[in-house]
């Protein structure tokens, strides 16, 4: 064989066993579905209350951290993709709420649930602008 050839045929195995190697590594440890476990269960008012005392300290203990939270849904919105915002409620004096911005696996199916319901829903905390966001939601109970 040529030289030329043997080289293109090293350097195909080599880069068909790299990207094996990497399949395999992203399915283990990187690639699936698995739901993230909470790093904190908390009440919805109890959220929204450290929030309010001191924005930094509740930013470093829950921005970006997958949160767990219950409380009384307030609301059942729609964005305009479509897409479902559970509005969880602190104190009834208060405006500010817990908005859950489910996740798509909620765009297809009827959700059952209703103003008053108490309800469980897990999140990634991305922080607080106007009422306190979570993003890719789901409903735990």
Not at 30 to 43: F, P, R, S, V
Request: hydrophobic share 40%; with cysteine; charged share 25%.
């Amino acid at each position: 064989m040529e030289r030329r050839t043997k080289y293109g045929i090293f350097l195909l195995v080599f880069l068909i066993a790299g990207l094996s190697i990497y399949g395999l590594w992203h399915q283990l440890y990187g690639g699936g579905k698995a739901l993230a476990k909470a790093d904190y269960h908390i009440a919805a008012p109890d959220l929204i209350a450290a929030f309010d005392r001191n924005e930094g300290s509740a930013d470093s203990l829950y921005l970006y951290k997958v949160i767990s939270v219950s409380g009384v849904l307030r609301e059942l919105a729609t964005n305009g993709k479509s897409e479902y915002i559970a509005r969880l409620a602190g104190d009834r004096n208060e405006k500010t709420t817990v908005d859950c911005h489910l996740d798509s696996l909620y765009k297809q199916g009827e959700l059952t649930l209703r103003a008053g319901d108490s309800v469980t829903i897990r999140g990634t905390c991305t922080g607080r602008w106007l009422n306190i966001i979570l993003v890719q939601c789901i409903i735990e109970k």
